[in-house]
Each structure stands twice: as C-alpha cells, then as structure tokens.
C-alpha cells in the first residue's frame, strides 16, 4: 500500500521531515546520542567524515571508523523523539521514497544508544556503564503500536504487582534488546540489567522541587524490584522507546548508559565529561 504524503512527509529535495536524511546519507550501524552536541565528539574519531547535516536537534554526521561505516545521530531527549527519528530512519531504508511503497527486501539497522543515566543501586558505581538487558516502559509513548509480540508481560505482571501500579497510567512495557547486539558490545566493563525509561526528568523520575509527587513511594518500589535476578538499574528517558520500535521494524538495538549519577547515595560524577568520552571509546571499539 502507498504510504500517503501526510504520513511520510518529505522535504523539497526529497529527504525525510525531520531528519532531513536522504537513503545514501547513512550508514547501517549507527549510534544514537540525545545531546547534538555530542555528535561531533563520536565523529572526531571517524577516519573520514563524508557526510553532515542538522535540523533543529536532530544532527547526522555519516563516516568510517576502521573501515567500518558508522552514522551518529542526535535524537534530543524523550522518548517522543524516539518516535520520530526510528520511524524516518526506517523509512529510508524500507521504503521507496519515490513510488512510496514499502520494499520487497527489508534492511535491519544496527542501533546504539550512547547516554548519560542515574543508577538505582550503591553497586552500580559512578562513571561506570549499564548496558540494557531490558527497557521498561513506563512513559507509554509505545501503546501507540502493537506490542503484543515483544512484550515479556510475565515481568510486566509482577512489576505492577510489586509497585502497585496506578491502573490510570499507561500499563508498564518490557522489551529485550538485540540479542546480536548485546554479544557484540558486553564484556567485563559492563552491567547488565533493566533500564527504566520515564517520559519525563523530574517528576517521572521520582525528583522533587516545588511539586509533589503523585506516588512518592515509587521510585523506591522500582529500586528494589527482582525479578528472578532481573532488576531495575537505572532511569533514562529513550531506551524503551528504541527497544521496542526497533523491535516491531526488525531492527537491532542495544543501549549503553554512562552512569553519572546515582540515586541511590545522592553521588553525582566528578568529571562525566570523561565517563562519555570513555563510553564513546568502548562503543566504537565494539562497533
């Protein structure tokens, strides 16, 4: 079926709305940051940079890394932005943009999120990485679409349980990263578990300035939620949001988070400049 112009919106020279990306613009592996201006500290390593454009947050510079292609992409923060870059990004590779039907032969991208993230627990040490097993969902940007098939509502069920849940929000989502991907980028350096993405930094993340909370409880409930060895580490705002559209597109995807914060002891990094740059080493090693 032809995808209408009012849902796939091109700009005058044919690239994708927001992304203002054109197929050849990029490379299968790319990496996802949400500040732009961390585009450019990825991109000072590549061997050769042969692509750039920027519009509004969204900042693409396209090159090689040991001879491997790579894109880094700005995202801006939330998981609302998630929707918008996964599902052009997707388009460029699935869909004829001129005939504007969907290909007969599917490109699965290869996608990590390098960010910043605030740890749950005092043994998660700052400057240290998480790397998602899961993302959990509970800003409900993905009931949009149906997740039935890559949900793990056994996980879902008992976190609702053991945080007595609102019914009237958005039922929590649980999604698994890209197992391919996960091979590829854990090792000795990394901690695995369940990153909890909010739709919000404050208030959906349990911080109060001025406001009081809805369900002051909360955050300590998903602190020391267990399932099975399976436990909440860390908050962000993207990684549910790339699991699970990733997912439902047939894409791979994976999260690494900086830990340079934690909640748990008030601590916060003394130089996470440094934490990021190390991440973004360790990423393009992997990669």
């Known amino acids: 079926m032809t995808v209408q112009a009012s849902e796939l919106i091109l700009n005058p020279d044919g690239s994708v709305y927001h992304l203002n990306l054109k197929p050849e613009n990029i490379a299968h592996n790319i990496i996802f940051v949400g500040d732009q201006y961390r585009v450019s500290k990825i991109s000072k390593h590549f061997d050769v940079i042969r692509f750039k454009t920027e519009k509004r947050e969204f900042v693409t510079h396209t090159g090689t890394y040991n001879n491997k292609e790579i894109s880094v992409i700005s995202t801006g923060i939330g998981p609302d932005n998630i929707d918008i870059v996964i599902n052009e990004l997707d388009a460029l590779v699935n869909i004829d943009l001129e005939s504007r039907l969907p290909k007969k032969d599917l490109t699965s991208l290869n996608i990590v999120r390098v960010g910043t993230s605030g740890a749950l627990h005092e043994d998660i040490p700052l400057d240290s990485f998480v790397l998602s097993a899961f993302g959990l969902d509970i800003n409900g940007m993905l ?24 019914p009237q929000k958005a039922r929590p989502l649980i999604v698994k990263n890209s197992a391919f991907l996960e091979n590829k980028f854990q090792s000795s350096k990394t901690h695995l578990g369940l990153t909890v993405t909010a739709g919000g930094f404050y208030g959906a993340q349990g911080r109060v300035l001025r406001l009081p909370l809805r369900d002051s409880g909360l955050i300590d409930a998903i602190a020391s939620f267990n399932f099975k060895g399976i436990r909440a580490t860390n908050f962000e705002m993207e990684t549910s949001a790339i699991y699970g559209l990733s997912k439902l597109l047939g894409h791979h995807a994976l999260s690494l988070n900086a830990i340079i914060a934690n909640r748990a002891n008030g601590t916060f990094s003394s130089d996470p400049g440094q934490t990021i740059e190390n991440l973004i080493t360790y990423a393009l090693e992997r990669f």
């Not at 679409?145 to 053991?162: L, N, R, S, V």
């Open 143 to 166: 009931h949009a679409y149906q997740t039935k098939t890559i949900q793990h509502q056994d996980i879902e069920d008992a976190f609702m349980k053991h945080t007595n849940w609102d």
